[in-house]
């Protein structure tokens, strides 16, 4: 839509408040992303990292506490000499077991345990046997993965079978990890860990991981998220950056489900386990974007009141051309005696400088006024003029096309009525030639009459010729044919008709590649075969020469021979019709058509035809064609 103002008014003040937009738009603009670059590198600095250090004291201070518990029941001498002597003596089973039931009842954690590599027996509290681990059963995996880890300790999220219910385990390798006796630790409630997950969340959409060094979650919030691995959620390099990057890191801007996060990794303690924050972008710029707010507000408080200014002003400056406008209407509508008010003529400033000037336009205009009515009268009898002359221009377009159509008919009827009676004379020659066997006198003049009939009708041809292009009746009729088989022919056409004297040489049989060009077959053998005529015609000994060549966009032919030449003065000639080699007048045969057929059939064909020529030393003729005449 383009709004262009009807006043000055508006338009003054369409251009004030545009200004000021712009203005407090770009201002507010520099403003907003420069608070937002200083806020985002606090956050990614100090805040992003300030509390991921929160959250994983926190979870620390409950890991580290796990895993003093789990050392204590793994490097228990009581436990070990139990574990290592596969369990056989009863007094230190039940020293080791009240061990185990006494830090349950003080430490107050859901289960504690501890199982046998010799016997694999699962022990836990209040002396009870749990089960015989088994490679076989895959709820026993954990253990046999604990022991294959060199590792001291190590976490998993598994489902226990007394309490009924999925917890947090810390297990701890008894005995050294190359020579393990058994797997001591305890179970933590994970609800705990997942309620200090959501309390300490920066934004509801935000996510809290505890990860191992495989990229494995072993706690989050989600339940359905525990035990899968990163490698789902993040691309490989960015999963690279988390597990073994430095101690404290931030990764900015990563693509999460078309949703841009900000990611801050920390490492729990010396252990191999991280603790992973990932904020939406958006929650951490929500404050920033009371900025954005504010600018807008801005802008439209300012809009309003420097359209309220603009418009006071443009007020005083359109109400005096709001009366130039009015005063101009009325001598528009033929009130001539009117005149501008003197309190604007008698202004001091631009306006009163325009209302002057107005005047003596107005003046000037009853004077323009009497000469237009003047002109109009005239133009009228101009145009009565023009009318005529485009009646007489009709009846003469009339009479062209009548006579291009008589041309045709006439073309047409003189090729019959001639050809009609020439034909029957020349076979009558032809009887009189075979049956005057004996009379050589007579069956030369029959020979006579017959060559001479061929020439006039040769002669008529080409004259029907010329008219037919002249007129524009010849239109091409395109095909794909061979450059070659066309030089072919020509040479086979002319090689009877050449003097002993003269050799007729085909230059294009020697090229290794032939040429397919689109244009029309029949027009292009007729000007090879002009030019052939003509050489021959005009060369006593020596040799004529027929080839082409070919450039990115045309095919050249060329006819060269070794006759009497042409002068420089004749060349410009060569192309009009009826014009012959006025220095040798023996061999002024024909009508002197073929070259100017030949220039016309080019023409036709997008073509252009030339010649180098020195007299005595013979003639060169080119034509050149498109290689695909549209």
């Not at 009371?290 to 802008?299: D, E, P, Q, S």
């Not at 017959?450 to 009708?457: A, I, P, T």
Request: glycine share 4%; proline share 3%.
């Amino acid at each position: 839509m383009n709004y262009q103002p009807r006043t000055i008014k508006n338009k003054i003040a369409l251009v004030m408040g545009l200004l000021a937009t712009i203005t407090m738009i770009a201002l507010g603009g520099v403003h907003y992303y420069s608070v937002r670059g200083a806020i985002m590198e606090d956050v990614y600095q100090r805040q992003l990292i300030t509390d991921l250090r929160a959250h994983q004291s926190e979870l620390l201070i409950t890991l580290e506490k796990a895993m003093e518990t789990s050392l204590t029941i793994a490097d228990d001498p009581a436990f070990i000499q139990w574990f290592s002597q596969k369990e056989v003596d009863p007094n230190v089973k039940a020293l080791a077991l009240e061990k185990l039931n006494f830090l349950n009842k003080e430490l107050k954690y859901p289960t504690i345990f501890a199982v046998s590599n010799t016997t694999y027996e699962y022990w836990y509290q209040d002396h009870n046997l749990l089960d015989i681990v088994s490679e076989d059963d895959p709820d026993d995996s954990w253990f046999f993965e604990t022991l294959r880890h060199s590792r001291k300790s190590t976490l998993n999220f598994d489902f226990n079978n007394v309490l009924k219910q999925s917890m947090l385990f810390v297990n701890v390798i008894m005995g050294s990890p190359s020579q393990p006796v058994g797997v001591a630790g305890v179970g933590i409630d994970p609800s705990i860990l997942i309620e200090q997950f959501k309390e300490n969340k920066p934004s509801p959409d935000s996510h809290l991981w505890l990860i191992d060094r495989d990229g494995k979650i072993l706690l989050s919030e989600d339940m359905e998220e525990i035990n899968s691995n990163l490698s789902k959620l993040f691309e490989a390099s960015i999963l690279k950056r988390l597990l073994n990057g430095s101690n404290e890191q931030v990764i900015r801007e990563v693509r999460l489900e078309d949703t841009t996060y900000e990611l801050a990794s920390m490492t729990v303690g010396t252990t191999d386990y991280r603790v992973i924050m990932v904020v939406p972008q958006k929650d951490l710029l929500a404050f920033v974007d009371v900025i954005g707010y504010n600018t807008i507000w801005l802008t439209f408080i300012a809009l309003f009141l420097t359209l309220l200014m603009s418009s006071r002003i443009a007020k005083n400056i359109s109400m005096p051309i709001i009366d130039l406008a009015q005063l101009s209407k009325q001598i528009a509508h033929s009130k001539s005696n009117v005149g501008v008010k003197d309190k604007l003529m008698n202004r001091r400033d631009e306006i009163g400088q325009l209302a002057r000037e107005f005047d003596g336009m107005q003046k000037q205009l009853s004077h323009m006024i009497r000469q237009l009515n003047k002109a109009n009268a005239d133009l009228e009898n101009e145009k009565t003029q023009l009318k005529s002359i485009n009646i007489d221009l009709q009846k003469a377009i009339e009479k062209a096309s009548e006579s291009e159509r008589l041309t045709k008919a006439f073309m047409a009827n003189i090729s019959h009525e001639v050809r009609t009676p020439m034909n029957s004379i020349m076979g009558f020659a032809q009887l009189i030639e075979d049956e005057l066997s004996d009379d050589d006198s007579l069956r030369q003049y029959a020979r006579l009459v017959v060559k001479n009939g061929h020439d006039l009708l040769a002669i008529l041809n080409n004259i029907i010729e010329v008219a037919k292009m002249d007129s524009g009746i010849t239109k091409p009729s395109m095909s794909e044919f061979s450059a070659k088989e066309v030089v072919k022919e020509g040479i086979s056409l002319f090689s009877l008709s050449t003097r002993n004297n003269v050799s007729l040489i085909n230059n294009a049989a020697d090229c290794k590649d032939d040429t397919l060009l689109k244009s029309d077959e029949l027009l292009v053998k007729r000007i090879l075969n002009n030019l052939l005529s003509n050489a021959i015609k005009y060369t006593h000994e020596g040799t004529i020469e027929v080839g082409f060549r070919t450039t990115d966009s045309e095919i050249i032919f060329y006819v060269s021979d070794t006759g009497i030449g042409i002068s420089a003065n004749d060349q410009p000639s060569v192309f009009k019709p009826f014009w012959q080699a006025s220095h040798s007048a023996s061999l002024n045969e024909g009508a002197g058509l073929g070259l100017a057929i030949s220039q016309k059939m080019v023409e036709v064909l997008s073509g252009r035809i030339w010649l180098k020529s020195e007299p005595g030393k013979g003639s060169v003729f080119y034509f050149a064609l498109p290689l695909h005449l549209s």
